[in-house]
């Protein structure tokens, strides 16, 4: 049974521009896109805390992303990884060298008014993911709130392929995706996200040209070393892909509400992980599949998911894109691989 595939860069490999927001002696306020390396900088500035005995709080809102933080952690400083936590479960009431919030844009400014108490703060944010509108900041806010953090602007994507990258800024115009962005990818084409169409009726959620899709893509690419995610709206869509994977893979799954229901959060992440859009974010994976990728404009604005929940899950993506339709949508023709199953 596979665990999710841990790959923290070498602090070594880290850009100038990463270098500099990670030696900064003053807090920072860290901006970029998807895959740009904000959490990367956020891990390496809380470990290299520790290193030099400052005592440093690293938090995040969702359960996933701090497992995965703090995972990257064990095996840097031990006691580094015993300070990563969730916003709200972890909240700080003493003072701390410095408070790192990763995914800021997750947590209103309230927050930030009653933490900044208890230390310097420095977070990392980025408008187009904000995917609770009614409890965000919005890097305007943050930038009010604390005038004096350095700015650093992350412009290289090393997750995603160019590909991908160009899917994204087509399938979601809403996004800041900047031609920058883009042709930081040169070296990185990749291949079209693949669009598979079921031509199953407009209003299932699942039938079986979908389920067997989903088995033979994990089938391909399951490995050691290898993440795969099924990424998907709503619980109910979670307990739908269990059912189709159950007795054929060994695969974890986590729903926002899983804490509420069993008295823990999010357990050990398997390399074949099937999660909700909101509970993925800040987590990226080799391959992705998102099923029902017709329900898009129906979904948007509504249960409280938008364009960007879409835009998350799309961009978890390192290598390949799968997304699953009952029809077709021709909107996409130019940068999908489209496939009739």
Sequence with gaps: MAGYYFNLPAITQLTIPQQAALNETRPI????GPGTGKSVVSLWRHISNYEKDKRSLLLTYTTTLKQ???ACCEGKNTKAALNVGTSYRNRPCTNWSEIIVDEAQDLEIGYYMDIRQYGSVSYGADDSQI?????CSKQADLESLFPTNVSY?????FRSTQRIMQFARQAFPSAVISQRIIDSLNGNLGEWPVLLISNGDKYE???SKQDEAIVQIVNSYHSDAHNIAILVPFEKDVRVIESVLNNRFNYSSYCGDDYYKTGHGCGRILNIHITTFKSAKGLEFDTVIIPNFHKYREICGSYNTDWNDFYVACTRARSNLYLISNYDLPNLNSVTDKQVL
Excluded at 29 to 32: I, K, N, R, V
Excluded at 131 to 135: F, S, T, V
Aim: net charge positive; charged share 10%; glycine share 4%.
């Design 29 to 32: 306020a860290l901006s970029g």
């Design 68 to 70: 995965y933080l703090k």
């Design 131 to 135: 995917l609770y509108p009614n409890h």
């Design 153 to 157: 602007v992350l412009n290289k994507n």
């Design 205 to 207: 959620t699942s039938n």
